[in-house]
C-alpha cells in the first residue's frame, strides 16, 4: 500500500508540478488549494504525511500545523515558504514542523525529506509498539486485559494521546486500574525516559501534601530539617500522578492551578520561584463535574486538568475480561504461592462471573490469590470461592464433557454459553444477558468456538 501525503498549496502550477513529482516516487497524494480545505481533508484522510505552502489565504500554513497538531499530536508536516524567511521557519519549528523547504522547491531535496520524514514515522511506530511490549511485561498486572469494547477503546484512545503533552482526567471506581492506565500514557509518549511521579492525595493531610506537591525549605514547620523537593521538582520533563485529585483542599487547589497556569511555584517556607515542564495525569474514584457544581472542586481547575477524558469502565461492565483475568492471576499468583495449576472448575468461573464485583479488579484479584492459598489440587473449585461471591444460587459441582470434567478456562466458557443457549431455548440476546457479556461478544464466541 503506498504512503500517502497531503499536498496543501494554493497555487495551481505548483501544485499540480509537485504531485506529479510526488506520484512518480510511488506515493498517493491528495490534495487542497487552502488551508481550510486542508485541515478537513486531514481530518478525513488521516495521510501519513503533510507538506504545505506556508502563505495561503483562508488559512496559512502555519495555523494549519497548529491545527493538525492539535488533532494529532504526531502528525508529520513539512511547510514550503516562498520568502525564505528566517522568522517564518523559526515560527514552524517551533509549532511543531518536521522540516520546511524554501520555494521554488528544489526536487531532489524534496525527495530525500519525505524520504527522511517516512523513515522516521517507521522509527517511531517501531518504538511505540516496544514500548507497548516493555510496559506489559513491567507493569503487566491483568487490569489491562482487554478483550471487551469498552477496554479496547480505552487501550486505542490512551495510546493515541500520549503524544502530547495534554492533562488528563481519569475517572473510575477504586480497583479499576487508574494507575496503570497513566503509567501506560507515561510509557508511550515521548516523555517516557524522565520520571513518572505518583501521589496519592488522600493519605496525606493538607500541610503533609503541599509539601510533597512542592517541596519545602529548612525550618518551614516543625519537623522540617532540611531542605527537601517536592514531586513537581522530581517529576520534571516527565508525568506527575494526583491519584484521589477529589480530595485535595480549595487551598491546595489553588496553588496547583497557579503551577498549571504558570509552569511555577515556590516551595513551601520559600521566596525562590522555581519553573517546571510537567505533564498532569489526575485520578478520581468521585464524579468531579458533581464537585463543581457542589463548590467542593474549583471549576476552573476542573477544566484545567479536563483536557483529554478517560473512563475507566468498572469490570461488572467487561465481564468478557474476567476469564483472562483469572488466567494472568492464576499463573502469576500460583507460580508465587510454590502451586502448579492447570484450570480452574466451571461451575467456580461461573461464579465469579455472575459477582458484581464492586471492588472491581484489585478485589479479582484477592478472590483468586485467596483461591491459590487455599487449594489442594491442581485445579480452583467453587469451594474456595467465598460465600458472598458463590450467592446462594445452588450451582453445579462442575460442568462434564463426555466423562471428564472440564478444567481450562477455554472449555469451561464453551460449556458455559452451550448451557446458557440451552437454558434459553437458543436465544442468543436472553444468552447473553445471562452470561453478563454482549450479543456481540457472544456471536465472536460462538464463532470463535464453533458452536452450533
Keep these: 500500500m503506498f504512503e500517502s501525503i497531503l499536498l496543501v498549496e494554493d497555487d495551481s502550477n505548483s501544485r499540480k508540478g509537485l504531485t506529479q513529482f510526488l506520484q512518480a516516487l510511488d506515493y498517493d497524494v491528495i490534495t487542497a488549494a487552502n488551508g481550510r480545505e486542508g485541515f478537513d481533508l486531514f481530518k478525513e484522510e488521516n495521510p501519513d504525511l503533510v507538506i504545505a505552502d506556508i502563505r495561503m489565504p483562508e488559512m496559512d500554513g502555519v495555523t494549519l500545523l497548529e491545527k493538525i497538531r492539535e488533532e494529532k499530536p504526531s502528525a508529520k508536516v513539512i ?6 524567511s528566517v522568522e517564518d521557519a523559526v515560527k514552524a519549528m517551533k509549532k511543531g514542523a518536521f522540516y520546511y523547504l524554501t520555494k521554488p522547491v528544489n526536487l531532489e531535496e524534496l525527495e530525500l525529506l519525505v524520504k527522511k520524514t517516512f523513515s522516521s514515522r517507521q522509527l517511531e511506530e517501531e518504538n511505540r509498539e516496544l514500548k507497548r511490549e516493555i510496559f506489559s511485561e513491567r507493569y ?3 487490569t489491562l486485559i482487554a478483550e471487551s469494547p469498552k477496554m ?3 487501550l486505542r484512545t490512551a495510546d493515541k494521546i500520549a503524544a502530547s503533552s495534554a492533562s488528563v482526567l481519569i475517572e473510575g471506581e477504586s480497583g479499576t486500574g487508574k494507575e496503570l492506565i497513566a503509567r501506560r500514557i507515561h510509557e508511550m509518549s515521548p516523555r517516557s525516559q524522565n520520571p513518572f ?4 492525595c488522600a493519605a496525606l493531610t493538607e500541610t503533609l501534601l503541599s509539601s510533597e506537591l512542592f517541596g519545602h525549605e529548612k525550618g518551614a514547620f516543625t519537623g522540617a530539617v532540611e531542605r527537601r523537593q517536592g514531586r513537581f521538582e522530581r517529576a520534571h520533563q516527565g508525568s506527575l500522578f494526583l491519584d484521589e485529585i477529589g480530595e485535595i483542599s480549595k487551598d491546595t487547589q489553588v496553588k496547583l492551578l497557579r503551577v498549571l497556569q504558570e509552569g511555577e511555584f515556590e516551595r513551601v517556607g520559600g521566596v525562590k520561584t522555581i519553573k517546571v515542564d510537567v505533564r498532569l495525569i489526575a485520578a478520581t474514584n468521585k464524579t468531579l463535574i458533581d464537585e463543581v457544581k457542589k463548590q467542593s472542586f474549583r471549576e476552573d481547575l476542573y ?3 479536563n483536557v483529554i477524558y478517560l473512563k475507566m469502565p468498572p469490570l461488572r461492565e467487561r465481564k468478557e475480561d474476567i476469564p483472562p483475568l483469572v488466567n494472568t492471576f492464576m499463573r502469576r499468583y500460583g ?3 510454590g502451586k502448579k495449576l492447570r484450570g480452574i472448575a466451571p461451575d467456580a468461573l461461573e461464579a465469579l462471573l ?3 464485583w464492586p471492588g472491581n479488579v484489585r478485589e479479582l484479584k484477592n478472590i483468586v490469590e485467596r483461591m491459590i492459598v487455599l487449594s489442594a489440587g491442581e485445579e480452583l473449585t467453587l469451594d474456595q470461592v467465598p460465600d458472598d461471591i458463590r450467592g446462594p444460587r445452588p450451582v453445579a459441582a462442575s460442568f462434564v464433557s463426555g466423562n471428564s470434567a472440564v478444567t481450562t478456562l477455554t472449555d469451561a466458557e464453551k460449556e458455559l454459553i452451550r448451557n446458557a443457549l440451552r437454558e434459553t431455548n437458543g436465544n442468543k440476546s436472553k444468552a447473553a444477558e445471562k452470561l453478563g457479556i454482549s450479543r456481540r461478544t457472544l456471536y465472536r464466541k460462538i464463532e470463535e468456538y464453533q458452536i452450533g
Design 140 to 142: 503487566h498486572e491483568g
Design 79 to 84: 511547510l514550503l515558504t516562498a520568502y525564505g
Design 152 to 154: 479496547k477503546e480505552l
Design 197 to 200: 511521579v505518583a501521589v496519592h
Design 303 to 305: 477544566y484545567r486538568i
Design 335 to 337: 507460580i508465587r504461592n
Design 354 to 356: 455472575r459477582y458484581d
